[in-house]
Nanobody, 120 residues
Framework: QVQLAESGGGLVQAGGSLRLSCAASGRIRSIDRMGWYRQAPGKQRGLVAQITSGDNTNYADSVKGRFTISRDNAKNTVYLQMNSLKPEDTAVYYC??????????????WGQGTQVTVSS
């Protein structure tokens, strides 16, 4: 059994910063890619940023240059540093991880989501 616990969301003014964290726990052998997705009201969930086990990163065009994804493999944790936030960044942010279980098998896991609200 694996859990992803997110933290760091909240309310911030435009131009401000937030840092999201997502820690994986459970019977984990290793973690392949980790990433952050977001879903605004009335819109589909979409990729924000992704990082592989080799630290290769990928960003949505809308956040390039403002957001930075990183990971701490010793802590099974992924971070999203969000700077220069805009009202259009308002959404529920979800953590995702591709996890290899101790018992075998590789599965995609989701966190419960954390709300980020950017006021103008």
């Amino acid at each position: 059994q694996v859990q992803l616990a997110e933290s760091g969301g909240g309310l911030v003014q435009a131009g401000g910063s937030l840092r999201l964290s997502c820690a994986a726990s459970g019977r984990i052998r290793s973690i392949d890619r980790m990433g952050w997705y977001r879903q605004a009201p009335g819109k589909q969930r979409g990729l924000v940023a992704q990082i592989t086990s080799g630290d290769n990163t990928n960003y949505a065009d809308s956040v390039k240059g403002r957001f930075t994804i990183s990971r701490d493999n010793a802590k099974n944790t992924v971070y999203l540093q969000m700077n220069s936030l805009k009202p259009e960044d308002t959404a529920v942010y979800y953590c995702n991880a591709l996890i290899v279980l101790e018992a075998g098998g590789t599965f995609s896991h989701w966190g419960q989501g954390t709300q980020v609200t950017v006021s103008s």
